[in-house]
């Protein structure tokens, strides 16, 4: 199989403070990780795109400094949302590819952030 | 740019069939996915369709045609589990997936 876990499924934060997303790959290596956003009735938008040990790739309008991407080990991305507003509120998704299955992702349940 | 086109909404009735249709244009072709999304829940892969014609996987088949630069993705004996979005993504040719909007499938009994 190819799972990939998230973690929390569902946080709420005030306005100013940050969250920290995880996103883990259970039974494989995970050369790449991308971190997805969902806002409701609209389709995935791809916020970054990383690789283990290397500097995550943002999409353009994505503010870097706001959303810390770490991809620290092979089965280990986190996405932190910085000084978090309201208009931050989303399903943010991850997913990730073995190395040896280019083409197909594997998706994390995805993680509901309300800032309040 | 790049561009994908899907309904966003139909509507169908159980044990009926139904298309769904898609049409792209993206900077390069590294093939064409199908994914269902339940709502609050991240996407489920569907197919993957890279060369032209019809994969057939139980009761949902997906079809492709580059020159024409579409898909669609057909659903059989529908199910009251089969309502759902159902999204259509393109991988360019940075192997990046382009996204559809989605197409929301509600099914009545």
């Known amino acids: 199989g190819a799972v990939v876990s998230q973690h929390p499924s569902r946080v709420i934060c005030k306005s100013g403070t940050s969250v920290k997303i995880e996103c883990r790959s259970l039974d494989f290596q995970a050369t790449t990780m991308f971190w997805y956003r969902q806002f409701p009735k609209q389709s995935l938008m791809l916020m970054a795109t990383?690789?283990?040990?290397?500097?995550?790739?943002?999409e353009q309008g994505v503010e870097k400094d706001k959303f810390l991407i770490n991809h620290a080990s092979l089965t280990l991305s986190t996405l932190t949302v910085t000084s978090a507003h309201p208009e931050d509120s989303s399903f943010y998704i991850c997913?990730?590819?073995?190395?040896?299955?280019?083409?197909?992702?594997?998706f994390g349940p995805g993680t509901r952030l309300t800032v309040t | 740019g790049q561009n994908i086109d899907q309904p966003t909404e139909m509507t169908a009735t159980e044990g009926a069939i139904v298309q769904i249709n898609c049409t792209y244009q993206?900077?390069?072709?590294?093939?064409l996915f199908w994914y269902q999304q339940h709502a609050g829940e991240a996407p489920t892969f569907l197919s993957y369709n890279v060369l032209d014609g019809l994969e057939e996987k139980g009761r949902f088949s997906s079809f492709l045609s580059r020159s024409k630069g579409y898909s669609y993705l057909l659903l059989k004996e529908l199910q009251m589990k089969d309502s759902a979005s159902y999204l259509c993504a393109v991988m360019d040719s940075n192997y990046q997936l382009i996204w559809g909007a989605g197409t929301k499938l509600i099914i009545k009994p």
């Open positions: 997913s990730a590819r073995k190395g040896t299955d280019f083409y197909e992702q594997y």
């Open positions: 990383s690789n283990e040990g290397s500097k995550a790739t943002y």
């Open positions: 993206t900077s390069g072709f590294n093939g």
